[in-house]
């Protein structure tokens, strides 16, 4: 088998079951990591009385392996002296344990070691599930190892099979197909929005009348492999906007597609492109995740089962809390729970151990990587609890929209954790996606909080304390409170609870550690670059359930003996099921060099950006491949689809011709009109006053009665102003005597003097479209001397009638739709 | 100006921009490097909201518009979840339609920013830092940490290919560059602004939006004297004397 080694940090597991003498001579450090404490619990075994051990690593097995495996209710019961070979726990000799074990363990993979494969392949698990030994096993060699080799653990990279890129169905370049089976569904149900002349568009614009602009936008939310994974069924299926019944809506359109599907024939990848060979996520060699610091961890869940309803405590520290599964919840894939409306609660008996280990050192951490689904929820909602219901509790960590809480009982606090230690609201630190969360306190700083690796400056107001007072009658429970209503959206992909407080440096460890399975995956491309056992490798991991991350692309060549010489690489892109995957190409413009100065023994980096890619199939199926634009002597130049022009869109329903005017365009169109400058003051001021109450668009169809009450304030202003000013009014209203008292003039003159000159002035002449003029003149000398006339008085008119009458005149025009419409 | 009436064509006098703003000459970008621009959207934020606006007032184009997911992903940087409340088809289907092409067209305000004196937003001024990228390009850097981190305000149009060709890129102009001024040269010169400047006109000046495929083939017509001189003057009458009717 080929095979090369990364070097990886090594797994850290607990420290357990171990008396104070027996640590002594130990090693303290481990990767710069400070290693203060050992744990000690009320569980304990036999005492020791055989030899000492001989070697550092045989006192690194007594500790790591022996000790919490020698016990009756583990491998004790049979593999002791005078049991069943192997005797690798037997408790007379540690020595000789040591010799029996060593066949069995794998120092190059301790995942791979057969003590962990026989229990893993259903050999006498102490829990439900054989996994969970296998993985506590495991955690207990590489702690053994990890500190056997000072710090480093290497993973061997495998050669992978080499499996050709499979077959895939792919649009076909007319969209008749398209035309016949999907179109019409869309255009029927989806136009309102998904036009590009809709009121409020929304792209993609699939709906759009023309099938062939339509057919262009459509390819991404269409599967044609797994027509119901298509983004058309799916949004239905999510209840956007059904036109009836979303489940049947959902069939029908998962039906069309699948008759337009099921005439288009799977084809090889297109042989022009130059790709490497394929492969599986499980065909990938299984990455640790890194080194992580879990020197003090008394509980530890990695949620690997995946199913069942138990998630398993695999800290190795008895007795286990594990967890039964209730309520609105499941599994993520890629190791997690999601929890909806559900709980994982452990039993008040085994979550004692919290209570007593925390006790002893009087400070402890919660470390979790968690994916809260939203930023609304609150009460705190209980994302890890150890309590009994919404008023007592040992601590909890909890949301509230986008702070985390961490509610601890201690001697400064009360029975419910109170006052509570917040994140700052404004810092939003909560975000409604993956998230690295510790809390930790200690004596000297209290509660402290850490998103992502990072301290969120949030100090604890409330004094340390001490723990003397906490409750071991109550439960650990994730994803509620014990008592059920305090629910908690989201996913919880780890959680560790640690009986010390974690420094910042042990936190940043843990973070970039990352969480869940990730797998190297080696893509050959050995043909390509024509150099021996040579592959592209990516950490791959599941994202979520929807979607894989790929990151650290690196070129690597198993044979030792390889080194790169200027070989180009350019337009890397990834392939999914025999095609290129549509969305999350973030190599498509990488353009580098393969060359001896960049590579080493663990191979050249080819970006540091990673990228998601939507899953299809799911992980045990979905077949990824890589393809290049040039590689070596290959090249293949990537060509994209011509866009097409969008269609021109339907024409809408005429619209009127005819607007208001807005704001300013009324002030200035009166101050144009009357010569009066709009900086007068008395003009000025009520302009101010009413601006807000005049039309702001020129929209007919927005007036409103409010418009015209202002635009008659401000016309009176203007007139008035007009008027008052002798200088402007003999130039507007030319041989009009002022003086003259109203009932002295004659309807002739008021005609010929007043109202001929506003009409002229205000109305313009010989326009097609205007108002009739007799009739205008009609209505205001029926103003002024109509029986009613402001300008008649019954004969008895003021001095200042005059003025005011043609203030009057010239307002009820300027006010009108002659200057308000355009 | 208001308040006293001025009249603008007698009293705006034409100067530099450098002179007014202080910010050197090759740092300027006509409006989107204006003190009143950048209050609105520079301030604060991450600098989208000055690219997302330019291009909903400039180039009449809200990015709901123009997703297009099949972009490459490298320039979406570190502060965009990949998978928001745990749902990756989310990022896929709404979030990376926008980011995918407007991260490395933002990049190019990567040395702007609005200083102003606590509790005083309008006391501040504009800021530009050549050559070093402002922090507001680096904040929430753990949401995916793998993202892509800002080295300086190099900018590249990726929509020049995909659907979002259509929007009528100058093929005369290299498609990249550095800094606001060219990537605003990089805009101004698309169909889509010239086209955009003369629907507006045409609106302001025929009071309704164009209807009909008159109104559009007009409005292509105006658009295309548009382009040679660039003269909204000219703009205004050719659509007065459209809607002005007889």
């Not at chain 1, 495991?138 to 890129?165: K, M, T």
């Not at chain 2, 502060?79 to 979030?95: M, T």
């Amino acid at each position: 088998m080929l095979f090369k080694k990364l070097m990886e940090g090594a797994r850290k597991s607990t420290w357990l079951l171990i008396p104070a003498v027996a640590m002594i001579g130990l090693p303290a450090c481990q990767d710069g990591v400070s290693n203060e404490s050992q744990q000690e619990t009320s569980i304990t075994t036999s005492t020791y009385n055989g030899p000492a051990a001989r070697t550092s690593d045989i006192q690194g097995f007594r500790i790591s392996v022996w000790e919490p495996l020698r016990t009756q209710n583990r491998c004790g019961a049979c593999h002791g002296a005078g049991g069943q070979a192997p005797l690798f726990v037997r408790e007379d000799d540690v020595n000789q344990a040591y010799e029996a074990v060593n066949p069995f363990i794998n120092r190059v993979e301790p995942d791979e070691s057969a003590l962990v494969t026989k229990v893993a392949n259903g050999h006498n698990c102490w829990e439900a599930s054989d996994s969970a030994c296998a993985t506590i096993i495991a955690n207990y060699i590489q702690s053994w190892l990890g500190d056997g080799s000072g710090g480093g653990r290497q993973i061997e990279l495998e050669a992978p099979p080499e499996n050709v890129v499979g077959e895939s169905k792919v649009f076909p370049d007319d969209s008749a197909l398209f035309a016949s089976h999907v179109h019409p569904l869309l255009t029927e149900y989806c136009s309102e929005c998904h036009v590009d002349d809709a009121a409020s568009p929304q792209s993609p614009y699939f709906a759009s009348a023309d099938a062939d602009s339509a057919y262009a936008a459509v390819k991404t939310s269409i599967d044609l492999d797994t027509p119901r994974n298509s983004r058309l069924v799916q949004r239905l299926i999510e209840l956007h906007n059904c036109w009836d019944d979303c489940p049947d809506n959902a069939q029908e359109m998962q039906n069309a597609i699948t008759r337009m599907a099921d005439a288009i024939n799977p084809t090889p990848v297109d042989p022009e492109l130059v790709v490497s060979y394929a492969l599986s996520l499980p065909e990938g060699t299984v990455a640790s995740g890194g080194s992580r610091q879990e020197n003090d961890v008394i509980a530890l869940y990695e949620f690997k089962t995946g199913e069942g309803n138990v998630a398993y405590d695999t800290s190795g520290v008895d007795p286990a809390i594990n967890l039964t599964l209730s309520g609105d919840m499941g599994w993520v894939e890629g190791w997690g729970l999601e929890f909806r409306d559900g709980k994982a609660q452990g039993s008040t008996n085994d979550s004692r151990k919290l209570a007593q280990l925390i006790q002893a050192t009087g400070e402890y951490t919660i470390e979790a990587w968690v994916v809260p689904a939203n930023v609304t929820q609150e009460g705190p909602a209980r994302i890890i609890s150890y309590s009994a219901g919404t008023d007592d509790r040992n601590f909890t960590l909890g949301q509230t929209l986008y702070s985390y809480n961490f509610l601890h009982r201690s001697s400064t606090t009360d029975g419910n954790g109170e006052p509570a230690h917040s994140t700052s609201d404004g810092d939003e630190d909560l975000q409604a996606t993956e998230q690295h969360v510790v809390a930790t306190f200690d004596p000297e700083h209290g509660r402290r909080i850490y998103v992502n690796g990072i301290f969120t400056d949030d100090e604890d107001e409330t004094a340390p304390g001490n723990l003397n007072d906490w409750d071991d009658t109550y439960a650990l429970v994730l994803g509620n409170e014990a008592s059920s209503d305090r629910p908690w959206a989201g996913k919880v992909r780890l959680l560790a609870i640690h009986n010390r407080a974690l420094n910042e440096a042990q936190i940043v460890q843990n973070f970039e550690a990352g969480v869940g399975e990730k797998y190297f995956l080696l893509f050959n491309v050995s043909g390509l670059v024509n150099l021996p056992q040579s592959y592209i490798v990516f950490e791959v991991s599941q994202y979520d359930n929807y979607s894989y991350m790929f990151r650290q692309p690196k070129f690597i060549s198993l044979d030792e003996g390889v080194v790169p010489s200027d070989i180009p690489l350019q337009g890397m892109r990834i392939g999914i099921n025999g095609k290129e995957a549509a969305i999350g190409q973030a190599y498509a413009r990488l353009d580098t060099t393969l060359n001896a100065a960049e590579y080493s023994q663990n191979g050249q980096l080819l970006s540091r950006i990673a990228t998601v890619i939507a899953s299809e199939k799911g992980a045990g199926s979905d077949q990824f491949f890589l393809t290049f634009e040039r590689l070596g002597s290959y090249t293949h130049v990537f060509t994209e689809p011509t866009p097409l022009p969008p269609a021109a869109p339907a024409d809408a329903e005429p619209r009127s011709e005819v607007g208001l005017r807005t704001f300013d365009e009324i002030n200035a169109s009166m101050a144009e009109l009357t010569g009066v400058s709009q900086t007068l003051g008395t003009v000025q001021e009520t302009y101010t006053t009413i601006r807000q109450q005049l039309p702001s668009s020129a929209d007919i169809n927005g007036f409103l009665s409010s418009h015209q009450v202002a635009v008659s304030q401000l016309a009176i202003e203007y007139c008035s102003a007009l008027v008052d000013d002798t200088g402007l009014r003999a130039g507007f209203f030319p041989g009009f005597d002022f003086n003259t008292n109203a009932n002295d003039i004659s309807s002739a003159t008021w005609q010929s003097q007043v109202v001929a000159p506003l009409m002229s002035r205000f109305m313009g002449e010989n326009l097609a479209t205007q108002p009739d003029p007799s009739r205008v003149g009609g209505e205001l000398m029926n103003l002024l001397t109509g029986s009613a006339g402001l300008a008649r008085c019954s004969g008895q008119c003021a001095a200042d009638r005059t003025e005011k009458a043609t203030k009057a005149a010239c307002a009820s025009l300027l006010g009108s739709a002659v200057v308000l419409l355009q | 100006m208001e308040s006293q009436g001025l009249n603008l064509k007698e009293e705006l006098r034409r100067t530099t921009q450098s002179s007014v703003t202080g910010l050197p000459p090759e740092g300027t970008a006509g409006v989107i490097t204006t003190r009143a621009s950048a209050r609105a959207f520079f301030v604060d934020g991450t600098n989208r909201a000055m690219f997302s606006f330019t291009m909903l007032n400039h180039l009449c184009r809200d990015l709901e518009q123009i997703k297009d997911p099949t972009r490459p992903h490298d320039r979406v940087r570190q502060d965009v979840a990949r998978s928001p409340g745990g749902d990756s088809r989310v990022f896929f289907n709404n979030c990376v339609g926008c980011h995918a092409g407007m991260e490395p067209l933002t990049q190019a305000y990567a040395y702007y920013g609005y200083d102003y004196p606590e509790e005083d937003m309008e006391a501040g001024h504009i800021s530009y830092t050549p050559g070093v990228v402002q922090h507001k390009y680096q904040i929430n850097t753990s949401v995916f940490k793998d993202g892509y981190a800002t080295p300086n305000d190099h900018w590249d149009n990726y929509w020049r290919k995909g659907p979002n060709a259509a929007l009528g890129w100058d093929t005369s102009l290299p498609g990249s560059g550095d800094g606001a001024k060219s990537q605003g040269q990089e805009l101004a010169n698309s169909q889509a602004f010239a086209e955009c400047q003369v629907t507006k006109a045409f609106e302001a000046m025929c009071l309704r939006p164009p209807v009909d495929s008159a109104d559009r083939s007009k409005i292509s017509e105006i658009t295309t004297n548009f382009k040679s001189g660039y003269n909204m003057k000219q703009v205004f009458a050719e659509t007065a004397v459209y809607c002005a009717g007889d």
